[in-house]
């Protein structure tokens, strides 16, 4: 088939798509809104920083290799600054809007790919507990972010909690910029960590690569003295204008605070995150079916919708291994060719591996007893734990929808983006991802012709 593919996302799983659209003969256009590729995971520095050795923030990652392969290949078109607002099903049309997110002039385009695949990756999930939206306090994203594009450091003593692997890194990013952390909180116990990871442990041998790092992220942790605890969470910032403490307590495997552990570090930040939720808008828009709040797929990466494939995060959290193993099947399939029997065992096996991890690092369902009744719940909008509970038992607030104007949570400009799962789970509904416009545009964008269609 080849034809033209084009990727929207050039993080681990856009960028192998790309490489095996290219070696399987099709033009590829890979999108992203960074201006760089490499994703959340493989952020690298500004080109405006000029550094000789811009891998070393990256420890050697193999994809600065992939990246050149893909974004020099004569059929290959890379779109940095490009946000995907909309996805017409009827003509099987890419909205495209290039240029700098808050800037103007942004150029409106659009896009009829033969195949489209979406790997459009997650952000981070954090819940919500007392004095959350003090400045101070960042997600586990948000500090790497600004530790590996920027140098910088979210604060001069930090404290990293939350759950998951992914606290390490972030962990070692800051520690790499001059911060101190003071301790990294894993919230599940050793017991339930233990479980996660020991399950099947011949299954093991095939990620020798992971351990490894999980080595040298202790040593790191371990040459800093920086103490890694398993069971206990962040319960409390406190802070007049800014965080100056954080409250933390030991917590069961449901997450449930055991009354008497409570520790107070004081901080001038606090970086929180508790894994990652996918970014779907896109897919739903397309028409993809979801499941548990990612995108349905089959084994060759195919979504529900013909010529339509997905990969990475929004088909499951599962880590950078895992997108790229994804990626590289989809991209395959995507441009005609036949996966290879070995492709599909790797992606297999990297699948293997982000289960054990959810099971490993699971959410406890006990969370919402961290919160009090004026604990700010949706920040965009202000809404509170207690206005969220009382609309939840009111015959006026019927269903998600009716829930959502009654007490605006999710209506501000993040759209629910940073607050949706959390009050999902609070209220007993399901998150709602179906958005006419998947991305925020200015009224005079969207007002705009799009370049190349007859006036």
């Avoid at 992220?217 to 319960?235: E, F, M, N, Q, S």
């Amino acid at each position: 088939m080849s034809g033209h593919v084009v990727i929207v996302g050039a993080g681990p799983a856009g960028l192998a798509a790309a490489e095996h659209a290219l070696r399987a003969g099709a033009r590829v256009t890979v999108l992203d809104q960074a201006d760089a590729p490499g994703g959340q995971y493989h952020r690298t520095l500004p080109e405006a920083y000029a550094a000789r050795h811009p891998d070393r923030v990256q420890h050697g990652w193999a994809g600065f290799d992939r990246r050149r392969r893909v974004l020099t290949h004569p059929r290959c078109r890379w779109w940095p600054g490009a946000t995907v607002w909309a996805f017409d099903r009827v003509e099987h049309r890419l909205h495209v809007l290039r240029g700098q997110p808050d800037g103007s002039g942004r150029r409106r385009l659009a896009l009829e790919p033969d195949a489209l695949i979406l790997a459009t990756g997650a952000h981070d999930r954090t819940l919500p507990f007392p004095g959350w939206e003090l400045p101070g306090v960042y997600t586990a994203g948000a500090a790497q972010a600004l530790a590996k594009g920027e140098r910088v450091a979210i604060g001069e003593r930090v404290l990293v909690a939350g759950a998951g692997p992914f606290l390490l890194p972030v962990a070692e990013s800051l520690l790499g910029v001059g911060a101190e952390v003071v301790a990294v909180l894993e919230a599940n116990p050793f017991a339930t960590v233990r479980k996660g990871w020991s399950a099947r442990p011949w299954q093991l041998a095939a990620h020798t690569g992971k351990a490894g790092e999980l080595a040298r992220y202790a040593l790191t942790l371990a040459r800093h003295r920086v103490p890694y605890r398993l069971g206990r969470a962040v319960i409390e910032a406190r802070g007049a204008g800014k965080v100056r403490e954080v409250v933390t307590a030991k917590v069961r495997a449901d997450w449930s605070v055991v009354a008497g552990t409570e520790r107070t570090y004081e901080v001038d930040a606090v970086c929180v995150g508790h894994g990652f939720v996918p970014q779907p808008e896109l897919a739903v828009a397309a028409g993809c079916v979801l499941d548990g709040g990612f995108v349905r797929v089959d084994g060759e990466q195919r979504t529900t919708v013909d010529g339509v494939f997905a990969a990475g995060e929004i088909t499951g959290i599962g880590g950078a291994v895992t997108a790229a193993a994804e990626g590289a099947v989809a991209g395959c399939v995507a441009a005609g060719g036949e996966p290879p029997t070995a492709l599909l065992r790797a992606r297999d096996r990297a699948r293997a591996f982000a289960e054990r991890l959810a099971a490993a690092h699971p959410i406890g369902a006990a969370w919402p007893a961290w919160l009090r009744e004026d604990t700010i719940v949706c920040r965009c909008e202000e809404t509170t734990y207690g206005e969220l509970s009382r609309a939840t038992r009111e015959s006026a607030c019927p269903g998600p929808h009716a829930l959502k104007l009654g007490t605006r949570a999710g209506l501000g400009p993040c759209q629910g983006r940073m607050c949706g799962p959390a009050v999902a789970e609070l209220c007993g509904a399901a998150e709602r991802h179906h958005r006419p416009i998947a991305q925020p545009v200015r009224l005079g964008e969207l007002a705009a012709r799009t370049e190349g269609d007859p006036e």
